[in-house]
């Protein structure tokens, strides 16, 4: 397969897992399904929008430049002296590049927030209040600590789910782009299609 094929291939790929991203950074604002009454209400790691600017938004950009670099027929550049697709698939790199620190940012921050656990209104003894009462992470391995979050209903599994999907996209996106890094590299060393770079057999 070509290189610009391939990158074309990554940006398809790349597309829907930002859309789905950005989706779940917006459920996010939305605890348990519902509004929030008070913005406190929220968990602080989705005020930093790992989902929207760094797997959304920063992912769409190389996606589209990705998709981009194949516009034509993949032995077209064969012969051609132009330098065009080469200094393209080299520029891929430096987008795909900022793909990586989007999608980086994203799992970092869905890490710190799957640590931390939500804010919901915790129950200590007779005392309720809105807090983050997980913030040492022995909730993961101690489910009867999740009973003492009384409201939003469900808030941990919401966190949780929705942390969840964030970390293992951002973890693919990050990976997808990071291939893009190789493949531009290549086509920018090999020309569009390396199994006919320098060979006029496949020319018309």
């Keep these: 397969m070509c290189s610009g094929s391939f990158a074309k291939c990554l940006g398809i790929t790349l597309i829907p897992l930002a859309i789905l991203c950005v989706l779940c950074n917006i459920l996010l604002f939305f605890p348990g ?4 009454e008070d913005n406190d209400h929220i968990t602080k790691e989705v005020w930093y929008f790992g989902g929207i600017m760094g797997s959304g938004v920063l992912m769409i950009l190389p996606a ?6 194949k516009n034509n027929d993949c032995c077209g550049c064969c012969g051609n002296e132009s ?5 393209a698939m080299f520029t891929s790199i430096i987008f795909a590049a900022v793909g990586v620190l989007g999608a980086g ?8 927030a799957i640590h931390n656990g939500p804010t919901c209104l915790y129950t200590n003894g007779t005392t309720e209040s809105w807090t983050n009462p997980f913030v040492d992470g022995d909730y993961l391995n101690n489910h009867n600590l999740w009973q003492g979050c009384k409201a939003p209903e469900g ?6 789910t929705l942390f969840s999907m964030l970390l293992v996209m951002g ?6 782009c990071s291939i893009q890094v190789i493949n531009g590299l290549i086509g920018a060393i090999c020309g569009d ?7 006029t057999d496949g020319a018309v």
Excluded: N
């Design 83 to 87: 330098c065009g697709k080469r200094f």
């Design 105 to 112: 940012y994203s799992f970092i921050v869905s890490a710190v």
């Design 193 to 199: 299609c390396c199994g006919c770079c320098g060979s």
């Design 171 to 176: 973890l693919l996106q990050a990976v997808l």
């Design 64 to 69: 589209l430049v990705f998709l981009g670099l």
């Design 33 to 36: 399904g519902l509004v929030a």
């Design 155 to 160: 808030i941990v599994t919401w966190h949780l």
